[in-house]
């Protein structure tokens, strides 16, 4: 005898009900999944292009740090000044103390006022890590000005008070507060210009006998294990 059942109207929305109960959750928990990901996402690109910007400045600072050199070179040595355009920060004399085509570096946050030239291979933390261009913050302590004393000059005009004293107690000599994620390095490739109709440009390996300075400023960080940079160039001529 074959029975049959049939279902009351209640049983048959149970499980309409718990049908629903489930692709709800199915649906919730793609769409959570999905918004996880795309904050995971966004808050990346925000610290990617925070990080960017300061590789950016810090580049364009490099570049700046040559170009004020140069220009500073230009006061110092006035009596020679096609001769001594690219001396070496804090050289007392011209002679011997041109900028070699290696590779200035200086340890600092800020470049400081004695770069010197590097021949090793340029920055590439592909390779592994290189201290020597690592960036380095230092502390610049500001003391309230209670006496009316100028310290950062030595001197303090009538009538004129800072409101804080400076102290410069970690760079070049003290002790850096910390390090930085950026490492930068500059490369200076000599370059010659021969006048005529165009001007050509061509190459030297002799600062003495050079025309320009093509000056590239390399700013590299590790994320996790990708190695982003910025690289930013600029032509600096030999004052004519």
Not at 32 to 38: D, K, P
Not at 160 to 186: E, L, M, Q
Not at 211 to 221: E, F, H, L, R
Request: charged share 20%; with cysteine.
């Amino acid at each position: 005898m074959t029975t049959s059942r049939i279902l009351h109207t209640g049983e048959k929305r149970k499980g309409e009900t718990l049908l629903e109960v489930l692709i709800a959750l199915v649906v919730l928990i793609i769409g959570s999944v999905t918004a996880t990901s795309l904050i995971i996402t966004s808050i990346k690109a925000n610290l990617y292009n925070k990080d960017a910007l300061q590789a950016l400045n810090l580049a364009q600072e490099g570049i700046e740090y040559m170009r004020n050199l140069r220009d500073t070179n230009w006061i110092r040595f006035s009596a020679n000044r096609q001769g001594c355009w690219n001396v070496k920060p804090g050289a007392a004399t011209c002679a011997g103390n041109l900028l070699a085509e290696a590779l200035p570096s200086d340890s600092g946050y800020a470049l400081g006022t004695t770069l010197s030239d590097k021949q090793t291979p340029q920055l590439d933390l592909s390779n592994g890590d290189d201290a020597v261009y690592l960036l380095k913050y230092y502390d610049l302590n500001l003391l309230e000005d209670s006496d009316g004393i100028d310290r950062k000059d030595s001197g303090n005009l009538p009538g004129v008070r800072d409101d804080y004293d400076y102290v410069a107690t970690s760079h070049p000599s003290g002790t850096f507060v910390d390090n930085s994620k950026f490492y930068r390095s500059i490369n200076i490739d000599y370059k010659t210009i021969t006048a005529g109709s165009p001007w050509t440009i061509g190459e030297t390996a002799d600062p003495a006998a050079a025309d320009m300075m093509m000056v590239s400023s390399k700013v590299q960080w590790k994320d996790g294990g990708t190695v982003h940079q910025v690289v930013l160039s600029s032509a600096l001529t030999r004052y004519r």
